[in-house]
Structure formats: structure tokens, C-alpha cells
């Protein structure tokens, strides 16, 4: 079938005004067997979003007619949780904050290497390819980890009393890693290494405290009184279960 998307054909739509850019990021994916398509606007960019279905979003936040922060959180409101790659030539980390807090998966900082985007597009990928139809059988083959939250790993779906929650892969990936290691403690380079798998350093680790709040929001009852992910002052953080 000319439409369908095989292992070696997931598409990838690169939203940047730059078309210098857009062309050497549509270069080295197709290299990688990616589909691509592009966008050269933000309002284009959303548009495309909607129709493709692509498998990855690259962003760039600094768009024509309307800033990628936009199109991501709309596509978020709509309950579109395609993974979604920030791209910024802008250092401050607000930025990066911003990006996580609206619901993007990742951020890559310009000038990057195409070996690095490469990279995080594969493994933003590999972390979304599993079904995330939500369905009576998965909530009721759901593992109970704690509370009334449970997962079921084989259809990548939380549930909370019996209902699906809509997490990100990247909350995904962070809850259950959290999760599989009860009353386990880590530090918030730990889980940058462990779960974002990039190693990062420095200012970067705020990344994981913004996943963190995001992910409370969605599971916790109360996210100011959190009874599953709790923090342990000066170490990091842990799944509870009594």
C-alpha cells in the first residue's frame, strides 16, 4: 500500500521557517529511511500536523504567523500526543521550560548536529510505537502499582481508577521507570541518564522537575500533596508504595 507507514518509513514533519535548514534536516532523515514533510510557518505547520499524522514532530519555536509553542499546545489541548522535538537558537531556559510545560517531548538548542537530532528523532519514536488506544481489555489487564493507579505496558496506558489517563511518552517513560523501582530514590542526573538517555548535565536536569510536576497533575489526586511520585529534599525522587 503507497500509504502505508512501515517500520522503515515512520514520517517526520520539520516545521522551520529556514529552508536552508528544513532541506539538510529532510536530507540526513531521508538518509535514515524517515518520510518527511515540511512546513515553512507555524499556521502551515498545524495544519499539516492534523492532516499527516506524522510519527515525530520537529519544531522550531520561532515561526511565521503563529510561534511553535503555539502549535504545540494546541496540538496538546486537541489530544494529539505525537512526539514533539522543540527546535530553539535561543538559550535561555525559559525556553526550555516553557516547551516542557506546554507538552513537548524534547528540545534541541542551535547549532545542532545532525547526529544528535538523528538521535533523539529515533529514540522519541521507538517510545511512541507502541498502541495507545485506550480499550475496556487494557484497563482490565492492567498491572494495580499502587493506589488505585495502574499500567498496563503492553498497550503503553495508565490507568487511574479504572480510567485512562492521557500522559506524553516521556511521562510514560518516567512513570513506570519510577514505578518498577519502588521506594528507589534518584537523583534528578539519575533519571536524565536513565530515562532521556542523553547524559545531560547541568541546567538541564530542570527538565526532569517539570516532567515531574506535569506528570502529578495528571495522576495525583492532589498534585500539591502527591501520594505516588514523591521527592526526597537534596536526593530526588521516588514512587511510594506502602
Given amino acids: ?23 539538510i534536516l529532510r536530507f540526513n532523515l531521508e538518509l535514515k529511511n524517515y518520510r518527511v514533510s ?18 515525530l514532530i520537529l519544531l522550531d519555536i520561532m515561526l511565521p ?17 505525537v512526539p514533539i522535538i522543540l527546535l530553539t537558537a535561543r538559550e535561555e531556559e525559559d525556553d526550555k521550560v516553557k516547551g516542557l510545560e506546554i507538552g513537548a517531548d524534547d528540545y ?32 482490565d489487564s492492567a498491572m494495580p ?17 479504572g480510567k ?3 500522559l506524553t511518552q516521556r511521562e510514560y517513560e518516567l512513570l513506570t521507570f519510577l514505578a518498577s523501582h519502588p521506594n528507589k ?3 534528578r542526573v539519575d533519571l536524565m541518564e536513565q530515562v532521556w538517555n542523553y547524559g545531560y548535565v547541568g541546567d538541564d536536569v530542570r527538565t526532569v522537575d517539570v516532567t ?9 489526586a492532589d498534585p500539591a500533596n502527591p501520594q505516588y511520585i514523591l521527592t526526597r529534599r537534596g536526593a530526588g525522587y521516588y514512587f511510594a508504595v506502602n
Fill in 38 to 55: 515540511a512546513a515553512y510557518d507555524g499556521e502551515e505547520g498545524l495544519a499539516k500536523a492534523r492532516e499527516e499524522n506524522p510519527d
Fill in 145 to 161: 502499582v499502587s493506589g488505585d493507579l495502574s499500567i498496563n505496558t503492553d498497550s503503553h496506558q495508565v490507568f487511574r481508577a
Fill in 212 to 220: 515531574v510536576r506535569r506528570l502529578r497533575e495528571k495522576i495525583e
Fill in 185 to 187: 530514590v534518584y537523583s
Fill in 65 to 81: 504567523k503563529m510561534i511553535g509553542f503555539d502549535v504545540c499546545e494546541i496540538l496538546r489541548k486537541e489530544g494529539n500526543n
Fill in 1 to 23: 500500500m503507497p500509504n502505508e507507514k512501515t517500520e522503515a518509513q515512520k514520517l517526520v514533519l520539520v516545521v522551520e521557517d529556514e529552508k536552508s535548514i528544513a532541506d
Fill in 108 to 139: 534541541i538548542t542551535k547549532p545542532f548536529s545532525m547526529r544528535e537530532v538523528v538521535a533523539r528523532v529515533e529514540a522519541n519514536i521507538r517510545r511512541n510505537a507502541m498502541p495507545q488506544r485506550a480499550s475496556a481489555a487494557a484497563a
Fill in 164 to 166: 485512562v489517563i492521557s
